[in-house]
């Protein structure tokens, strides 16, 4: 929008091209190899159902030429290290549910329960360590009827976009 104004009258499918596509992910060189593949494989995933007919190579091509270099900055530091969101979000829900049986204070069954919680929560729904600090009940943690959404500001992202979503129903087992 403030770049390009004119192109604002086209429709979405026809304003990306594969250079803008790489000018964006340029402007954006703070970020990781792997964040810029996610944005561009997002934005040509919604463009794609909504301009089905268009010819999408040449930005196909750029976000392959993304997904190699995201497979080759992949950090060394991560192998092994990786435990799959089911396994966390199990040994949290476990973690929480034998509060009542293994903590021996009302205040050590508190947080047995809560670091459970936590840890099935951020296994349903990651969130940098940041965004889950700063979530507030009422501004970015909502009640709506029978769920809860979260809503991550501007301020609280890595990509400086707001961002929301509702909890995942597995999280309603804990009652």
Same mark, same amino acid.
């Given at each position: ?11 979405? &499918?026809?304003? @990306? =091209?594969?250079?803008? $596509?790489? !000018?964006?992910?340029?402007?954006? #060189?703070?970020?990781?190899?792997? *964040? ?43 192998? &092994?290290?990786? @435990? =799959?969101?089911?396994? $966390?979000? !199990?040994?949290?829900?476990?973690? #929480?549910?034998?509060?009542?049986? *293994? ?73």
């Amino acid at each position: 929008a403030d770049r390009d104004q004119h192109l604002l009258s086209v429709a979405p &499918g026809a304003r @990306v =091209s594969a250079e803008m $596509l790489n !000018e964006w992910v340029v402007s954006r #060189a703070r970020l990781s190899a792997m *964040s810029h593949r996610m944005m561009v494989e997002n934005v040509l995933r919604i463009l794609r159902a909504h301009a089905p007919d268009r010819d999408w190579t040449r930005e196909l091509g750029f976000l392959g030429h993304l997904r190699r270099k995201a497979r080759r900055n992949m950090g060394h530091r991560k192998q &092994g290290r990786i @435990v =799959s969101s089911r396994l $966390l979000f !199990e040994t949290g829900r476990e973690h #929480a549910l034998s509060a009542n049986s *293994s903590a021996s204070t009302p205040l050590a069954q508190a947080t047995r329960y809560r670091d459970g919680v936590m840890i099935a929560f951020l296994a349903a729904l990651p969130l940098r360590v940041r965004s889950v600090i700063e979530l507030e009940l009422g501004t970015s943690a909502l009640v709506k009827g029978d769920h809860i959404v979260i809503a991550v500001s501007e301020d609280m992202s890595k990509n400086a976009t707001f961002w929301e979503t509702p909890v995942p129903n597995t999280m309603h087992i804990f009652g």
